[in-house]
């Protein structure tokens, strides 16, 4: 319940100071191509409940391709670069938290075809709520450079990032700690920062 308080007063916090930037942001993304402000995508979030998550569109409506996205992907818009590399894209997800769909900290949510890949052990990281950031997120801020280059960028994530980004996040799930959560938020704004 704690979690959950923390959850709802940070996001609702968030969205009002960064409101501003997120209007800004949306602008930015229409003005560069034609399409929605926000790209939405179904995940699977706590408990196996399909939800969908939001972000600001960084590349070009309708193009299919993989479901994961490598460096250099020609999809991506100018303005979307940009929002990728400080990860700003991701801005709209504090309304998914608020809405008790992501916490603030958790593993990433995935899309239902990747989940299908999950063992039952790695089914445990269903047990939470997903979060905007994480160990997960933070160990593969880079995931786009480490696919960038692979003849198939969706069977390398699927059998070799996506069961390493698990185990990261089973991994977390043993030693989580609302403390703990509270320097993982601490380390995504410095590794933001630090960009």
Do not use: C
């Not at 479901?67 to 990728?84: F, H, N």
């Amino acid at each position: 319940m704690i979690r959950r308080t923390v959850d709802i007063l940070g996001s609702a916090l968030l969205l009002l100071i960064l409101a501003p930037i997120m209007l800004l942001l949306g602008l930015l993304v229409k003005l560069s191509s034609p399409g929605p402000v926000l790209f939405r995508q179904t995940r699977i979030g706590r408990h196996r409940v399909p939800f969908t998550l939001l972000k600001f569109r960084s590349m070009r409506p309708s193009q299919g391709g993989p479901e994961v996205t490598a460096g250099g992907d020609q999809r991506i818009t100018g303005i979307g670069r940009i929002m990728r590399k400080y990860k700003l894209d991701e801005l709209p997800q504090f309304l998914n938290v608020l809405r008790g769909e992501m916490a603030l900290v958790g593993p990433r949510p995935e899309v239902p075809r990747y989940v299908e890949h999950y063992s039952p052990v790695q089914l445990e990281v269903l047990s939470v709520r997903p979060g905007v950031t994480g160990l997960t997120q933070l160990e593969y801020r880079n995931e786009e450079a480490l696919l960038e280059g692979r003849d198939d960028v969706e069977d390398y994530y699927i059998n070799e990032i996506m069961p390493a980004k698990l185990a990261i996040d089973l991994k977390y799930l043993q030693s989580r700690t609302l403390g703990g959560d509270m320097l993982l938020l601490l380390r995504t704004v410095w590794a933001v920062v630090a960009r």
